[in-house]
C-alpha cells in the first residue's frame, strides 16, 4: 500500500506573523510539513524593539528573537532563511524562491509585511541616509551613533519618536522634522501631539513642524521648506508601504493590502494573508482597515492556522499598540478614528502622565493612556462593551480622577 502524501504549508515572511503562524499550525493540529520561507538572515525576532532598546541599549539580535531556535526544531518546522520567494503560480500551487528552488504548497500563507516608504527627494539615497525596520537597519545605524554627532529624522511619527528619543538617550543631537502641521497627526489627537513635542523639547530634541525636506546635500545638510539642517546622520521615518506584489502578480484580489476575509483566506481558499500586509474588516468597528501592530500579526497568525486546520474562529480582535519613548510607555486601545469628543484624565499639560478616552457620542472608541496601565486596562474592557450598546459610562466621572477606575466596570 502507498503511503498518502504528506501535505504542506508553506508560509513567506518569517517575522511575527509568519513565525506565530507556523507554530499555531502544528497546535493547532497540522501534521503535515510546514516550510518557513524568510528574506531576512535571521530567525523570527521582535521588531518593536529595533528603535527602542535595540537601538539605544547593548542587546544583539540573540537577545530579540522571538523563540529559540529549538522551539522551531522541535515543533518540525523547517526555517528556510535568506531567500526571497520571487512568484507564486496558484493553479499548480507552487512557489519559486531566489536562487530557483521551487516548492509545492497545499496551503500557503502570505506573511510579508511591510517596507519603509521611500524619501522621493535629491539626495535620499546618500551613505548615511537611513530607513528603520529591519535588525539589519539598525545595525547600520547604531555604527554610526556617536554622541555630540546631529541625527536629522524626517517624520515625526511614533518610529521617528522613538528613534529620536533612543538618540539622544546616547548623545546625539537629535531634530525631528515633521511635514505636517503637528507630529503624530496622522494617528492620534492634538492633544497627545502636543505632550509628545513637550517631552522631547525637554528631553533636548528639537522638533520642527511644518517643514518638508525637499533635499539631502552630499555634506548631509537637509534643505527643507522650513530652513536648513545639518546632519552627520538622517533616518527617514514617513510610513511604509505593505509588501503586496507577490499577491498581485498571481492575480490575488489587492487594494491597501492583500483582500482577506474573517478567516484571514484571500481570493484563492488555499491562500490566505496575515499580519501588516494584509486589507481586514474588523468587526468591532465594522470598518476594513490595515493594521500595523505586533497584536494583530499574531492575533491574524492564529486565525488562519485554526481555518487552515478546518477549526475557523472568526478574526474578532480589538486593535492595541504601545510605543516607548524616554520615561513614557504609552499604550493605545482601540482606533480613535471619527472621535467628536475627547474626556482627558490626569493632566497633559504638567507631567509624565494621563490618559485620553475618545468618543463618538457616548461610544466609548479608544484610549491613549501614557504611564497609566490602569486605564488603559479599564478602557481596553470598556470599548467592547461600549460599540456594542452594553454599556453606558457618565464622562464627567471619567474625568474626575477621585472616582475610581473599578467603578466603571460594574
Ligand atoms: C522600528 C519599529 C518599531 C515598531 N514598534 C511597534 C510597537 O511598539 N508595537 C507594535 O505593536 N508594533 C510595532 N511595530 C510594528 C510591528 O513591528 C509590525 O506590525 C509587525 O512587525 C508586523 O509583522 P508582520 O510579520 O506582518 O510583518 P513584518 O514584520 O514586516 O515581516 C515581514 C517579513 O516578510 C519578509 N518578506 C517579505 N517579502 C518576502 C518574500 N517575497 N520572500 C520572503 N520573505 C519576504 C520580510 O523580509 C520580513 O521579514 C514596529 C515596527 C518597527 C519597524
Redesign the pocket.
Given at each position: 500500500m502507498t503511503k498518502p502524501k504528506t501535505k504542506t504549508s508553506i508560509i513567506?515572511?518569517?517575522?511575527?506573523?509568519?513565525g506565530q503562524a507556523a507554530i499555531s499550525l502544528r497546535q493547532s493540529g497540522w501534521e503535515g510539513d510546514i516550510i518557513l520561507?524568510?528574506?531576512?538572515s535571521y530567525a523570527p525576532y521582535h521588531?518593536?524593539p529595533?528603535?527602542?532598546d535595540f537601538l539605544s541599549g547593548g542587546k544583539d539580535i540573540g537577545d530579540i528573537l522571538i523563540r529559540p531556535l529549538e522551539t522551531y526544531e522541535t515543533a518540525v518546522i523547517l526555517c528556510v532563511r535568506g531567500?526571497?520567494?520571487?512568484t507564486i503560480h496558484p493553479k499548480d500551487r507552487l512557489v519559486f524562491l531566489d536562487g530557483g528552488d521551487t516548492l509545492q504548497y497545499d496551503k500557503l500563507i502570505l506573511?510579508?509585511?511591510?517596507?519603509p516608504r521611500e524619501l522621493p527627494i535629491p539626495g535620499a539615497d546618500l551613505p548615511n541616509v537611513f530607513y528603520?525596520?529591519?535588525a539589519d537597519d539598525v545595525l547600520k545605524i547604531k555604527a554610526e551613533v556617536q554622541a555630540g554627532k546631529k541625527a536629522v529624522i524626517i517624520g515625526g511619527g511614533?518610529?521617528g519618536l522613538?528613534t529620536a528619543a533612543s538618540l539622544t538617550k546616547q548623545g546625539m543631537k537629535t531634530t525631528v522634522l515633521e511635514m505636517e502641521d503637528r507630529i503624530l497627526q496622522r494617528v492620534t489627537a492634538p492633544v497627545m501631539s502636543d505632550f509628545y513635542k513637550r517631552i522631547h523639547t525637554e528631553e533636548g530634541v528639537n522638533i520642527v513642524e511644518n517643514c518638508a525636506a525637499t533635499e539631502i546635500q552630499e555634506d548631509l545638510k537637509v534643505i527643507t521648506t522650513n530652513g536648513e539642517f545639518n546632519a552627520d546622520m538622517v533616518i527617514v521615518g514617513i510610513g511604509v508601504i505593505p509588501?503586496i506584489e507577490?499577491a498581485q502578480d498571481c492575480g490575488l484580489e489587492v487594494g491597501n493590502g492583500i483582500v482577506i476575509d474573517e478567516n484571514c483566506r484571500t481570493s484563492d481558499p488555499h491562500i490566505y494573508a496575515?499580519?501588516?500586509?494584509t486589507w481586514h474588516h474588523n468587526p468591532i468597528y465594522d470598518t476594513h482597515l490595515r493594521?500595523?501592530?505586533?497584536?494583530?500579526?499574531t492575533d491574524q497568525a492564529k486565525t488562519a492556522a485554526l481555518a487552515i486546520c478546518d477549526n475557523p474562529k472568526p478574526y474578532n480582535a480589538l486593535p492595541w499598540?504601545?510605543?516607548?519613548q524616554f520615561d513614557l510607555k504609552l499604550q493605545i486601545a482601540g482606533l480613535s478614528g471619527g472621535y467628536d469628543d475627547i474626556v482627558l484624565r490626569g493632566n497633559p499639560d504638567e507631567g509624565r502622565s494621563f490618559a485620553a478616552f475618545y468618543f463618538k457620542g457616548d461610544k466609548l472608541l479608544a484610549v491613549d493612556a501614557v504611564n497609566r496601565p490602569q486605564e488603559y486596562m479599564v478602557g481596553k474592557r470598556l470599548i467592547p462593551l461600549s460599540l456594542a450598546g452594553n454599556k453606558s459610562i457618565d464622562k464627567k466621572a471619567l474625568a474626575d480622577e477621585a472616582v475610581p477606575l473599578k467603578t466603571f466596570l460594574k
Open positions: 513567506i515572511g518569517a517575522s511575527h506573523a509568519g520561507v524568510g528574506e531576512e521588531r518593536p529595533l528603535s527602542k531567500k526571497c520567494v520571487d506573511a510579508t509585511g511591510a517596507r528603520l525596520r529591519s511614533y518610529i522613538e509588501n507577490l496575515i499580519g501588516d500586509v493594521l500595523e501592530s505586533v497584536p494583530n500579526a499598540f504601545w510605543s516607548d
